[in-house]
């Protein structure tokens, strides 16, 4: 059985490879659901400007597909969507478009 990598270092950066393999433990385990909050941190740490934000939402959509979650990944993929809409920015948001209809099968 594959350990959960423990980031307790401030200075280690969870990979998003690392985040899925502990998401696919299960959401409810109590280490998956700490480096997912620590992922989130870190993430969001690095949002400056909406267009970080919308790629933040990205990110986290995709890692809750590759991960098994489908209606979680739709959900935040939806608010990239919004996000880029109210941007202005139509290229993303047909590019999200695109995601969305990938993963519910359109």
Known sequence: MKEIPKFEDEN???SEKDLVAALK???EDFDSRKLF???TRQEEAKVKEPIDAI???RKRGRVYAQ????????ESLE????QAF?????????????E????VGR
């Open 12 to 14: 280690s950066e969870i």
């Open 25 to 27: 433990k299960g959401a």
């Open 37 to 39: 909050e620590d992922w």
């Open 55 to 57: 790629q933040f939402n």
């Open 67 to 74: 991960a098994g979650y489908m209606d979680e990944a739709v």
């Open 79 to 82: 608010d990239a969507l919004d």
């Open 86 to 98: 109210y941007e202005g920015r139509d290229d993303m948001v047909i590019e999200i478009g695109t």
């Open 100 to 103: 969305i209809d990938h993963i």
